[in-house]
T-cell receptor
Framework: DVKVTQSSRYLVKRTGEKVFLECVQD?????MFWYRQDPGLGLRLIYF???????EKGDIPEGYSVSREKKERFSLILESASTNQTSMYLC??????????????FGDGTRLSIL | AQRVTQPEKLLSVFKGAPVELKCNYS??????LFWYVQYSRQRLQLLLR??SRESIKGFTADLNKGETSFHLKKPFAQEEDSAMYYC???????????FGTGTRLQVFP
């Protein structure tokens, strides 16, 4: 069974801090994704990556960056945290971009509060 | 542009009643549709995908290209079906999915 692990379930940071959210998957998946989940807005894609050192902007990349130095690890970085980035952050992975869309496997989420 | 619309934020039914969660999509190419479910305090997980054409936990969904819909149905709702349901749209060869805003299903005893 695919395991996607996010480093923190809850995180509280202050405005202006640099924040790192970590995600690791153990099934050698090529694709990894970062979403934020907000009530009434559903899941919105921030960034995704289909290979090591590759990244693509999603729908709401402003204020975020990502890093994928190893295939199994995908980090989301808030360069200078702001209160409007308070949200639930979900990491996901999927097998490959070749062929039909593969199901995405999600982590438990990180609830981030910016004070 | 690709878009997924779930018109109902909340759907409340009694146990044993039929359930239909609506999903409409906008996409000019060949779509791939998914339903994901998130039970309370659990991670988001795949419920079913249209290419599998299978029934999971009594739920089915049929892709209707004419109406651009992928509604999720179950003939007799159970209390354990209470959860948040998301419809998602993908396309062949693409990596990402477009998610709808979700519908919360409440099943009362």
């Amino acid at each position: 069974d695919v395991k996607v692990t996010q480093s923190s379930r809850y995180l509280v940071k202050r405005t202006g801090e640099k924040v790192f959210l970590e995600c690791v998957q153990d099934m050698d998946h090529e694709n990894m994704f970062w979403y934020r989940q907000d009530p009434g807005l559903g899941l919105r894609l921030i960034y995704f990556s289909y290979d090591v050192k590759m990244k693509e902007k999603g729908d709401i990349p402003e204020g975020y960056s990502v890093s994928r130095e190893k295939k199994e690890r995908f980090s989301l970085i808030l360069e200078s945290a702001s209160t409007n980035q308070t949200s639930m952050y979900l990491c996901a992975s999927s097998l490959t971009r070749r062929g039909p869309n593969q199901p995405q496997h999600f982590g438990d989420g990180t609830r981030l509060s910016i004070l | 542009a690709q878009r997924v619309t779930q018109p109902e934020k909340l759907l409340s039914v009694f146990k044993g009643a039929p359930v239909e969660l609506k999903c409409n999509y906008s996409y000019s190419g060949s779509p791939e549709l998914f339903w994901y479910v998130q039970y309370s305090r659990q991670r988001l997980q795949l419920l079913l995908r249209h290419i599998s054409r299978e029934s999971i936990k009594g739920f089915t969904a049929d892709l209707n290209k004419g109406e651009t819909s992928f509604h999720l149905k179950k003939p007799f709702a159970q209390e354990e079906d209470s959860a948040m349901y998301y419809c998602a749209l993908g396309s062949l060869g693409a990596d990402k999915l477009i998610f709808g805003t979700g519908t919360r299903l409440q099943v009362f005893p």
